[in-house]
């Protein structure tokens, strides 16, 4: 397997323009988290979705961020408008399951986040 | 709720020589623990995870964590330090029963020198 996959690498941007952000999960894997690492404030779960339904979104900062999940294999974080304090690496990472010994979590390689 | 401490923002060892990365944590119940590493310009990747049973866990890369009760503690280490083991290195914590998504430390920057 390729692993968790996640597009662009990079993307600058300036202040007010939207942002996609896309991740494929590992195959088999029903468990999709969205992690916002920064310096300040290290690594933040955003959200988390079970089989494609969202299960915990109380770390999505504002009503700018949204994620969605149509179907096992791709997910999206959008923000709209973007801000300069959105400047960040977004990980997405993803676990077969949440039971002991299923849920170690796969990250991706991120996605550099500028916003001018 | 759940937390975890690294109390150091870097770690600097020599080559060969023995390194200790440290994380203490606080959980409701029994803990459930777990080292990762983040090397530059990728993703976190699992090295080892505490669930229960023997304190001395044994990981990837020769790495292994110690598990202390009493002191809340779970802290990394290596006998012997390689100059690729540079990388910035997260502690997590998760209660052992029910479910509860995991709460990651700020990271300690090991650099090892030549």
């Known amino acids: 397997d390729a692993g968790v996959i996640q597009s662009p690498r990079h993307e600058v941007t300036e202040m007010g323009q939207e942002v996609t952000l896309r991740c494929k999960p590992i195959?088999?894997?029903?468990?999709l988290f969205w992690y916002r690492q920064t310096m300040m404030r290290g690594l933040e779960l955003l959200i988390y979705?079970?089989?494609?339904?969202?299960?915990?979104d109380s770390g999505m900062p504002e009503d700018r961020f949204s994620a969605k999940m149509p179907n096992a294999s791709f997910s999206t974080l959008k923000i709209q408008p973007s801000e300069p304090r959105d400047s960040a690496v977004y990980f997405c990472?993803?676990?077969?399951?949440?039971?002991?010994?299923?849920?170690?979590?796969?990250f991706g390689p991120g996605t550099r986040l500028t916003v001018l | 709720a759940q937390s975890v401490a690294q109390p150091e923002d870097q770690v600097n060892v020599a080559e060969g020589n023995p390194l200790t990365v440290k994380c203490t944590y606080s959980?409701?119940?029994?803990?459930?623990l777990f080292w990762y590493v983040q090397y530059p310009n990728r993703g976190l990747q699992f090295l080892l995870k505490?669930?229960?049973?023997?304190?001395l866990v044994k990981g990837s890369y020769g790495f292994e964590a110690e598990f202390n009760k009493s002191q809340t503690s779970f802290h990394l280490k290596k006998p012997s330090a390689l100059v690729s083991d540079s990388a910035l290195y997260f502690c997590?914590?998760?209660?052992?029963?029910?479910?509860?998504?995991?709460?990651f430390g700020k990271g300690t920057m090991l650099l090892v020198s030549p």
């Open positions: 990472a993803s676990s077969p399951g949440t039971s002991v010994g299923t849920d170690t979590q796969y």
């Open positions: 195959s088999g894997h029903d468990y």
């Open positions: 979705f079970n089989n494609n339904v969202p299960i915990d």
């Open positions: 959980v409701s119940g029994n803990p459930y």
């Open positions: 505490y669930i229960t049973g023997d304190n």
């Open positions: 997590a914590v998760r209660a052992l029963s029910g479910y509860s998504t995991l709460t």
